[in-house]
Nanobody
Framework: QVQLVESGGGLVQPGGSLRLSCAASGFTFYTYYMSWYRQAPGKERELVATFTTGGRRSYADSVKGRFFISRDNAKPMVYLEMNNLKPEDTAVYYC??????????WGQGAQVTVSS
């Protein structure tokens, strides 16, 4: 069955860095768009970053220049490198795999807390 398992979350001080990892299995990874979303308390889930099958990366304006998404089709894994973290980055971060409009898979989420 399809599995997306996030790891690497935690507590970090403002200005610090974290790297989230997402291990994928059960589907043809290299054919899927891979994304990271986040949801802060009381807010809607928002798209943070996407890595397409064609190698194109895109980011939310709020994280441009600070976050970097990458993927390894051989493992298969997707990563989110987060730098210069701010308190407003505090959220549960979700790994997402999407193929067209029919296949849409989610991980269980990883908590990231930015606080001094």
């Amino acid at each position: 069955q399809v599995q997306l398992v996030e790891s690497g979350g935690g507590l970090v001080q403002p200005g610090g860095s974290l790297r989230l990892s997402c291990a994928a299995s059960g589907f043809t990874f290299y054919t899927y768009y891979m994304s990271w979303y986040r949801q802060a308390p009381g807010k809607e889930r928002e798209l943070v970053a996407t890595f397409t099958t064609g190698g194109r990366r895109s980011y939310a304006d709020s994280v441009k220049g600070r976050f970097f998404i990458s993927r390894d089709n051989a493992k298969p894994m997707v990563y989110l490198e987060m730098n210069n973290l701010k308190p407003e980055d505090t959220a549960v971060y979700y790994c997402n795999a999407r193929w067209g409009v029919t296949d849409d898979y989610w991980g269980q989420g990883a908590q990231v807390t930015v606080s001094s």
